[in-house]
Nanobody
Framework: QVQLVESGGGLVQAGGSLRLSCAASGRTFRGYVMGWFRQAPGKEREFVAAIWWSGGNTRYGDSVKGRFTISRDNAKNTVYLQMNSLKPEDTAVYYC?????????????????WGQGTQVTVSS
C-alpha cells in the first residue's frame, strides 16, 4: 500500500524557516515526479514545487521561487521542502503527492498518490 506521510509543519513568524518532509513507502518511486501543493482556506489547491525522482530536475511555482527548495533523499525515500523567508500568505495545508506522468507537473489532477497534509501557519 502506497503511503506518503508529511511532517514538519507548524507555526512560525514571518521571515522564518521550516522544512517539510514527505516519507514515501509502498512502492518504488523511480520514474515518478514528487510534488508539493498547498491549499489555504477558501482557495484552490496551488502548485508549490516538484522534483523528478530520477535525475532530480525541479520546478517551482512563481510565488515560491527563490525562497523554497525541493530535494530528495533516495536512500531514505523521502522528499523535502525547505521553506525560507516565509510570509503570512504561505499559510496553508501543504500536501505531498506522487505522479507517474512526467508531464503537467503543476496540475494536481495528474497526481496519483497524496499524503494527508501538514499545516503551516506563518504569523505576521
Amino acid at each position: 500500500q502506497v503511503q506518503l506521510v508529511e511532517s514538519g509543519g507548524g507555526l512560525v513568524q514571518a521571515g522564518g524557516s521550516l522544512r517539510l518532509s514527505c516519507a514515501a513507502s509502498g512502492r518504488t518511486f523511480r520514474g515518478y515526479v514528487m510534488g508539493w501543493f498547498r491549499q489555504a482556506p477558501g482557495k484552490e489547491r496551488e502548485f508549490v514545487a516538484a522534483i523528478w525522482w530520477s535525475g532530480g530536475n525541479t520546478r517551482y511555482g512563481d510565488s515560491v521561487k527563490g525562497r523554497f527548495t525541493i530535494s530528495r533523499d533516495n536512500a531514505k525515500n523521502t522528499v523535502y521542502l525547505q521553506m525560507n523567508s516565509l510570509k503570512p500568505e504561505d499559510t496553508a495545508v501543504y500536501y505531498c503527492a506522487a505522479a507517474r506522468s512526467l508531464l503537467g507537473v503543476t496540475d494536481s489532477s495528474l497526481y496519483d498518490y497524496w499524503g494527508q497534509g501538514t499545516q503551516v501557519t506563518v504569523s505576521s
